[in-house]
């Protein structure tokens, strides 16, 4: 029950208004062509750090108007952010019949998750149901610093990725044939000719006929 009445406050301050990162993300989002909950956002230094629904880019905001301004994205918490959510996807996607949807949760500079919000809309049974599954699964490293952490479930996340393609694996050439063995002839001696051996001169027989009639 205590846990339940957690959840509910953490929802009920992302519905009003809590702060100010909140504020701008609508104003950013709204420059940038998109919903405020596609956004990913850090607060640091007086400017936000912002990825997704575009080009990553720095903003500083004043009296409700953000504008760009230099200086480097940092973004190198994103990654663990995103794989965080993305461990939750199915039960997120249970919890809403299925249905894809894009959930920005509000993370306090304890690493601590404190709200959420959603496009499109879903109905409040879905948003506590999630608001659930967020709160006891997604925790980051402390900062000093507010941060909003989007995802896609249901449409790849925010980073992408997938399965290797079997279609697209190198397909190894045919294999050679083995060479066949040709049988090897064995050497067939040929007849000697005693004439031409050792250049040896035959010496002829003598006649073994009739002896010569006497005189």
């Known amino acids: 029950m205590e846990r339940g009445l957690r959840v509910l406050a953490a929802l009920m301050l992302a519905a009003c208004?809590?702060?100010a990162i909140q504020d701008a993300s609508e104003h950013i989002a709204g420059g940038r062509g998109c919903d405020a909950a596609e956004l990913t956002i850090a607060a640091i230094d007086g400017a936000y750090?912002?990825?997704?629904?575009g080009e990553p880019a720095v903003y500083r905001c004043t009296d409700g108007e953000?504008?760009?301004a230099d200086g480097p994205v940092d973004d190198a918490w994103v990654s663990a952010a995103t794989g965080a959510m993305s461990a939750i996807e199915a039960d997120v996607l249970e919890c809403n019949e299925g249905e894809p949807v894009t959930i920005q949760v509000l993370i306090e500079p304890d690493g601590r998750v404190n709200g959420l919000a959603s496009h499109p809309e879903i109905t409040e049974d879905a948003r506590l149901c999630i608001g659930r599954v967020v709160y006891d699964n997604v925790t980051?490293?402390?900062g000093d610093h507010h941060r909003l952490v989007a995802y896609a479930f249901g449409g790849g996340g925010s980073s992408g990725g997938g399965s290797v393609d079997e279609a697209a694996l190198p397909v190894d050439p045919d294999p050679m044939e083995e060479p066949t063995e040709e049988p090897v002839e064995?050497?067939?001696?040929?007849p000697v000719d005693a004439d031409s051996e050792g250049d040896v001169e035959a010496e002829p027989l003598e006649d073994a006929?009739?002896?010569e009639p006497a005189e």
């Open 49 to 53: 750090h912002v990825v997704g629904c």
């Open 140 to 142: 980051l490293e402390a």
């Open 17 to 19: 208004g809590g702060p």
């Open 66 to 68: 953000c504008t760009a």
């Open 209 to 211: 006929g009739e002896d």
């Open 186 to 190: 064995e050497p067939v001696d040929e």
